[in-house]
């Protein structure tokens, strides 16, 4: 009770300082316009003569008017800011592969830290809880992956033959639709995609090499944010101390404390997200499987990484399901499968994201859909993963360093009482 105490002693002390600095501050500029006033009522009101007008001289900015001059000076700056954010996503451009892994591997890190330092408070070394953490985590999302590809491979010759079944059920619904539509109709569309489809495979030959590029660039940019999240998980304390250091030493406080309340961020949003996308996951599997919709384990899984992209992935994910289940069992199992995904991601969106992620990483749904949309235009599919975990820190970040500023001008002494505490 005694620290409590104090600390809201100190607490009310600080407000009492930036109060009584605020009154002095005040009295400063009502001490500033009065002797202006005073000066003005002392100027003569005649009309000078063309000597004294010559004589006197004068100021070219005092002739602007005072909104002009503040749009001015926050013009300009305004001008200097988008130019450095204009360089700064230039750069970003320039070595986006390298960027978008070091984020992917902040994330994981994220993820497998409080495993590694569980782990080194039960007696192993930093080094030795490192690799059993990346290599269980590296394991499990291989075994994911191949899982998925069974799944698939397993399952693709019964989807194509209820694809078709589909289809042909579509054909026989749509003659038999007050839509009026012809057998002749139908066979020019399809003639029309298989044409499309006949056209486009020479370019679909050509852009092999780059395909092949970018596999290449996958694969190095997935091995470098391997290597980042061991060096990371094994070195992060002294990589952030170094960091520091390239800091200016007048900003150094308040970035140190920054720092840590912006990975408690990271690391709530990651582990909030990673609970959340397995809940969606397995509901939402579970409902498509009773329903007897196919590739029920696939979608599942798509499902789970489709979620890391918030309110984008949901609605991309959910029409996945909804579509599988139209063509292959029909219009009431695709209207289930609807209801079973808009009933569990009503309860994700109000319930389940509120309770995990909490207060620390919550963002309005319109800074979401912007941050989705930039990061997706920028990076792609890699920027809109990251865009909603920088835009949480990023917010936790300026809004520490408000406080901090706050704090550190109502503890400063003040200059016009010479420095006396």
């Keep these: 009770m005694s620290g409590v105490q104090g600390w809201l002693d100190r607490l009310r002390g600080r407000a009492a300082a930036l109060r009584e600095h605020g009154a002095r501050a005040r009295a400063r500029r009502e001490a500033e316009y009065a002797a202006e006033d005073a000066r003005e009522s002392e100027t003569p009101t005649e009309v000078a003569g063309p000597q004294d007008a010559a004589a006197a001289p004068r100021n070219p900015a005092a002739s602007v ?62 080094g030795l809880a490192t690799a059993l953490t990346a290599i269980c985590g590296f394991v499990v999302l291989g075994l994911v992956g191949w899982f998925v590809v069974w799944q698939v491979s397993d399952n693709l010759g019964d989807l194509s033959e209820r694809v078709q079944e589909g289809i042909e059920e579509l054909k026989r619904w749509l003659l038999n639709s007050p839509f009026h539509v012809t057998e002749e109709q139908i066979n020019d569309i399809a003639k029309n995609l298989s044409d499309s489809i006949g056209t486009s495979t020479s370019e679909i030959t050509s852009s092999g090499l780059k395909g092949v590029t970018v596999l ?105 399901a909804v579509v599988v289940a ?77 406080t901090h500023a706050a704090v550190t001008r109502a503890a400063a002494p003040d200059p016009g009482d010479g420095g006396a505490p």
């Design 65 to 126: 008017p005072w909104g002009v001059r503040v749009a001015a000076e926050a013009g300009w700056r305004f001008l200097v800011l988008a130019a450095t954010l204009w360089v700064l996503m230039r750069v970003i451009g320039a070595v986006r592969l390298v960027v978008l892994a070091f984020v992917v591997a902040l994330l994981v890190t994220a993820l497998l830290q409080p495993t590694v330092a569980r782990l080194h408070r039960r007696g192993l070394s930093r």
């Design 216 to 320: 290449v660039e996958a694969i190095t940019g997935l091995l470098l944010a391997m290597f980042s999240t061991l060096f990371l998980l094994y070195d992060g304390r002294r990589i952030w101390q170094w960091t520091l250091r390239l800091v200016p030493a007048a900003a150094r406080p308040g970035v140190a404390g920054a720092g840590p309340r912006a990975w408690r961020t990271l690391t709530a949003y990651v582990r909030g997200t990673l609970i959340v996308a397995m809940i969606d996951a397995v509901f939402i599997g579970v409902g498509i499987y009773f329903l007897g919709v196919p590739l029920a384990v696939p979608i599942a899984v798509v499902i789970f990484l489709s979620s890391f992209v918030p309110l984008v992935g949901a609605v991309v994910s959910g029409a996945l």
């Design 326 to 402: 139209l063509v292959t069992q029909g219009v009431f199992t695709a209207l289930m499968a609807l209801l079973v995904v808009l009933l569990v991601q009503q309860i994700e969106g109000h319930i389940l994201q509120p309770f995990i992620l909490g207060r620390a990483v919550r963002i309005h749904p319109l800074g979401v859909v912007l941050a989705v949309a930039t990061g997706g235009i920028i990076a792609g599919i890699g920027g809109a993963v990251v865009a909603v975990p920088l835009v949480a820190v990023a917010n936790t970040v300026i809004g520490y360093l408000r």
